[in-house]
């Protein structure tokens, strides 16, 4: 790894750290993963070596389908190339699969499989991996588990026999408790080309050493099964190179408990022991006088909120939409009174109004909604950010969809941050670029040609999901 060296990090242990200094939007770490598997759920939507998509259909053109694995049925594959490439990893694979039919081994025993797998090729062709820590050197805190949660890793590795056969399984159970206990912490989520839904997961022992930090100075983006690792802002020599594990958008105590739950560590960054006027407005009200002269209303809204997104949660669950419009408009009504647009529980609910609003063919309103999100995340988040330039694309794409004159600006702004965030070849930067062709181009045309593409785009419904950054999950 260029320009990174492993350090040991006070409170912290093993980190990396920059030998040189990077600019904003530099790539530090490019990886590929040790071993990836595609989610049982997606398994036949996307090629289980590359993770692309077939072909969407289009008017007088079909859709190519996947190729799927002759012996196991369960594998997919774009073409012979990704086939014949992932064969080796997908061999033992093949036959467990075949082995436990009906039944399906879950997403995390999977991996843990191919961890195995890979470790017994390596050993039996000798070969050595020039790689930064091995899978075994991997954090994963078993010490640290409850007994519930030691208890379900107990049921993991029982039925971990099953899958690639007792005679095969090592002479002790220790590791691989560590290889399911690595998967937990180490493993990184890995989206579709246009981030719309995580699709997969990959560990990356590279990636794997950087250690937490709730304002990073780096964020991790795929592309395809390739993980980048760049700089969201100028990095000095001798300055930790770290990620966030999580959703920065959350609160202190929020981030504090998704941190302890799954990866056993309080954090302790300069965000979390001093707090700074970002963390404030994520709980902020409409204003002081409030909580003077009216204590009880944030406890009062904040309750019932937390309450309204569980009966939102259900309507979404059940495809009642209208009811979950419903919903989020009475909830919005009264937070208006309270919250300001920048408290995480107002963006929570505007985020499920803008989703809804696109879903139900109201263009408009999505779009009001979602100014009020993009507004707020520009004063919560960094200036260069992936969760920023993703929502302003949606912005402008809702904006574009209205025929709103900002849309262009609003495009090149997410241009100008995903071009950092992703690079100029990732395909979300690249369909940017597309759009604000587009844009370009229809500013040009006649009000009355305007008009006529606003209705066909209201008729054919068109939008962009919002996708995030890479978490370890």
Known sequence: MEGVEVIEVAGKG????????????QVIISARPYEHVVFNEHADKVCHHCLKQPNVPMPNRKSTPLLKCGHCKFARYCNRDCQKSAWEAHKPEC???????????????????????????????????????????????????TEEEKSQLDEKVYSFGDYVTYDDMPSDDETIYQWFGAVDCNAISLNDPRAVAVVGVGIFLEVALMNHDCNPNCVAVNNGTKVEVRAIRAIEESEELCLSYINPIDTHPGRQESLTKQYYFTCKCNEC???????????????????????????????????ALVRMEKMKSIQNFERLYNQAVGT?????????????????????????????????????????ISDAYEKILPAIHPILGMYLMRLGVLQWQIQKPAAFETLGRAGGILSKTHGDTHPIFLDVVDLMRQCHHEMQMSPEVQNQMKKVRKEANLGIGLGLPNHRT
């Open 332 to 372: 919005l009504k009264q937070q208006d009174s309270v919250l300001a647009d920048t408290h995480v529980l107002k963006i929570a609910v505007l985020n499920h109004l803008v989703e809804v609003c696109s879903y139900l063919r109201r263009p408009s309103d999505a779009c009001e909604y979602a100014q009020r």
């Open 95 to 145: 036959a467990a699969i075949k082995r436990v039919f009906p039944n399906v081994a879950t997403d995390q025993t999977r991996l843990a499989a191919r961890l195995f797998w890979k470790k017994n090729r390596n050993q039996k062709n000798n070969t050595a991996e020039d790689l930064p820590i091995s899978v075994e050197e991997l954090e994963s805190h078993i010490s640290k588990r």
């Open 14 to 25: 093993r980190g990396l750290c920059a030998t040189k200094s990077f600019s904003t939007g």
């Open 273 to 307: 022991e001093n707090g700074n006027e970002q963390e404030d407005l994520k709980a902020a009200l409409l204003n002081d006088k409030i909580l003077k002269e009216k204590p009880e209303s944030e406890d009062y809204i904040v309750k019932m909120t937390r309450d």
